[in-house]
């Protein structure tokens, strides 16, 4: 189970922190990414880690922006975002697979958290 939080709202140009917290298995054996859906779009990738965190690979809308990173030994995944756009608005999902490969497809991804809602203000 993945557990998703540090959703809030935000001013343009802020920072928040998502963590992914897995419960009931091993984070260190899936990698591990970020999705987002904002209302009335299709959800999208934002960002993935291979299991042991040293490839990252991040959409180019949040390149230099968002950071994703992990902590195997706390089994949790994170999402720094600075500089915070109101285009960034959306639910965020994270999501872990099996397969350690870089992908950007929702159908590679195994397990998927219950999202938090990242608001942010103009």
């Known amino acids: 189970q993945l557990q998703a939080s540090g959703g809030g709202l935000v001013q343009a140009g802020g920072s928040l922190r998502l963590s992914c917290a897995a419960s009931g298995r091993t984070f260190s054996s899936y990698a591990g990414a970020w999705f987002r859906q904002a209302p009335g779009k299709e959800r999208e990738f934002v960002a993935h880690i291979s299991r042991g965190g040293s490839l990252t690979y991040c959409t180019d809308s949040v390149k230099g922006r968002f950071t994703i990173s992990r902590d195997n030994a706390e089994n949790t995944v994170y999402l720094q975002m600075n500089t915070l756009k109101p285009g960034d608005t959306a639910i965020y999902y994270c999501?872990?697979?099996?397969?350690?490969?870089?992908?950007?497809?929702?159908?590679?991804?195994?397990?998927w958290g219950q999202g938090t809602l990242v608001t942010v203000s103009s």
């Open positions: 999501a872990a697979a099996t397969k350690n490969v870089r992908s950007t497809q929702i159908e590679d991804y195994n397990y």
